[in-house]
């Protein structure tokens, strides 16, 4: 990964090329201001200022042409108006005229990102370095980005290439990072320690056999939270296979893990003053003679016995025997991250994650966490008139409801079984994805959620 807080340096007056950016209501002050040359470039190329629009410039010398980007408010630049920018730009050295670049640092680097293992780039292009006047930002900015390249590099590797042992690797290198050891339990051992995982995962090879991924970081005196995500690496459906259409992009039901690995390695890179657990159950939802079946009854770490209505709904079953363990160390705080339902990306879109909570004032930081660093969330309710609809005549619950109604909230209230009362806890039901490229978030695996769930635990832990 190329060094990302190389991309931006402190702005100590150096020659740099000028980015001008300029909305629809201070286009026509900021032509006047221009001399004929440019005013005259910039109608031949169509510019209006409108969002994202382009324009190069001349300047008095071949060599000092400049650039003019539309954006929405000139005067606030937000966190993506820089990235189209970033990525057609020339290799080279950029300042934002007459004002700081502010939050766009952050989409100057993301609007960088190649996902190229696979396929070469036939026009590389060098560093885009932007100057800033805020170089106290840039050392986290770099951080933040390297944290979403890591979820996007993660999630966009195909599962020949990204299983369970993959994913452990991925996981040890945070921990290396942190100087923390990582625990994986597999085998019989997990069978018995946390046996829906043992059973979601049974199918697969033993190539690709399920484990349990868990790190502990940093001070015990400190608060202790812990970190969870879902990292079903491949998802057939199981014995309830999906179709082609739908396990076409089931790479990515790994993306609650990529996740929780990005936020747990922001959380020790920053040195933030908590007791860190983090957990990742990983496995592959395969179909094989051994594969768990409808009408199974499993029984999980919590004790609680489930009756299987969908081998498709594995995420919650893996997910159940996580939040058990991360319970049984008493955090004050658990968050989880998952690729769980189809339903959330029904009443949401591919954009907004779905958050749930058992806290008014978490989810509350949340959100408001999310609205400050242009990561969004939108909360959905844990409607406890619907536990019913997870009713097993022959098991404590089952895995799903009946019907196809809430099913989001049914996913989250099955989750919640296995969260103590008096831990505060949020879900945060993530699509992990983009089907289609925005400046600075290209198709493909994304981070979301990521942000937000960072900038929350910023501001309740930070010394």
Known sequence: MTDLSALLQPDKGQPATALHLVDKDGLDSWLKAQPQRVRQAAAAQGFKAEGYQFAFLPGDKADQWSAALGVAKAEEPSVWCLSKAADLLPEGTYRV??????????????GQYRFGRYKEDKAPKGPRVLLTDEPARIAETAMIAEATFLVRDLVNTPAQDLGPA???????????????????????????????????????????AP??????????????????GKGVCFD????????????????????????????????VKSRLPVRLQLLVPAVENAVSGAAFRPG???KSRKGLTVEVGNTDAEGRLVLGDALTRAAELEPELILDFATLTGAARVALGPDLPALFANRDELAEALLGAGEAVSDPLWRMPLW?????????????????????????????????????????WAHLDTFAWRSSAKPGRPKGGDALGLRAAWEMLKARYAA
């Open 97 to 110: 005229a007459e004002r700081g670049p502010g939050p766009a640092v952050l989409g100057w680097l993301l």
């Open 211 to 228: 484990r349990m991924l868990e790190m502990l970081w940093g001070d015990t005196r400190h608060p202790r939270i812990a970190i969870v």
């Open 384 to 424: 406890k008139h619907y536990d019913e609809m997870l009713t097993s005549d022959v098991a404590d619950l089952g895995n799903v409801a009946e019907g196809s109604m809430a099913g989001a909230v049914t996913a989250a209230l099955f989750l919640q079984r296995f969260v103590p009362e008096g831990t505060a």
């Open 166 to 208: 993959e994913l452990e690797a991925a996981a040890a290198k945070v921990a290396k990072s942190a100087g923390a050891s990582l625990s994986s339990v597999s085998g019989a051992r997990l069978e018995k320690e946390y046996p829906m995982v043992a059973a979601v995962g049974r199918a697969a090879t033993a190539e690709r």
């Open 236 to 267: 057939s459906g199981g014995l309830d296979i999906k179709s082609a259409e739908g396990m076409r992009l089931m790479k990515k039901d790994m993306g609650g893990a990529a996740h929780a690995l990005a936020l747990a390695g922001l959380i």
């Open 296 to 298: 199974d009854i499993l």
